[in-house]
């Protein structure tokens, strides 16, 4: 059975957005595979405190509750009896040592930097779009190496409302000054599909670690394995295409 919402093949959809401006990326899950290490950091945190009785939190536990969501909504998931600022403060340590393993195990997605190359390449305007807190998603670019790839980078908790609302993209727009019709996602999780859909745009889905049915129920126009995958080289040989028409 396809995993397309539609008939339309994916190197077709992308085509009506030519000519592209730009390109807009979630960081988590999408420039790079850092679930594990937030899944690692929770899991290993919320034993040491005797959550869940003391059970290991498990990866559905993790997909379900934390994945993709911001600090508020991860602190009032997990402890809606704590008081608001003992809660937070779980979290930060719990993004500090994330911090910490990032500095030694962080890869990028396959085929990144060769995404990367293609869009430089043609001029487009780029964004990080995120709902880590900005000393993770500045580190984690940093490590990747594309700190001077990205021309902004939005955090969902400087915005009025995080992922999975749209006000994170609809900034990044505002901030590139480019337009919603020339512009499209790359996202990893439901929450920042939902996102990028509610703010008017197409949205690549990686399939890093969520399950498709999630990705495509959120709204994402095509999903892909990683950057190497032929599906994604074949719209973008479209949008080339049909922008030279």
């Not at 190497?228 to 973008?236: C, N, Q, R, S, V």
Request: proline share 5%; glycine share 6%.
């Amino acid at each position: 059975m396809s995993i397309f919402s539609n008939s339309h093949s994916p190197e077709s959809s992308l085509g009506r957005l030519a000519p592209l401006e730009a390109v807009l990326f979630d960081v988590d899950g999408t420039l790079c595979d850092s679930d594990p290490l937030h899944y690692y950091a929770f899991q290993e945190m919320l034993q040491e405190i005797g959550y869940n009785n003391g059970v290991p939190i498990d990866e559905e536990f993790f997909i379900r509750n934390i994945a993709g969501r911001h600090s508020e909504d991860t602190a009032n998931i997990l402890f809606p009896d704590w008081d608001h600022e003992k809660a937070m403060k779980f979290v930060d340590d719990k993004e500090a040592m994330f911090r910490r393993l990032v500095t030694k195990q962080l890869k990028p997605i396959e085929g990144l930097h060769k995404l990367c190359k293609w869009v430089k390449d043609r001029g487009l305007k780029c964004a990080a779009v995120t709902n880590a807190p900005r000393p993770n998603a500045e580190l984690m670019i940093s490590m990747l190496g594309l700190t001077d790839f990205f021309d902004a980078a939005v955090i969902g908790s400087e915005c009025e409302r995080a992922k999975p609302f749209p006000d994170p993209y609809l900034k990044a727009l505002k901030e590139l000054n480019v337009s919603v019709e020339h512009t499209f996602i790359f996202e990893d999780s439901a929450s920042g599909i939902k996102a990028g859909v509610a703010a008017g745009m197409s949205v690549v889905g990686l399939t890093t670690r969520n399950p498709e049915k999630s990705l495509m129920e959120a709204g994402a126009t095509f999903l892909i394995k990683d950057y190497e995958d032929p599906k994604l080289w074949m719209a973008l040989e479209e949008l080339d295409r049909v922008g030279q028409c």
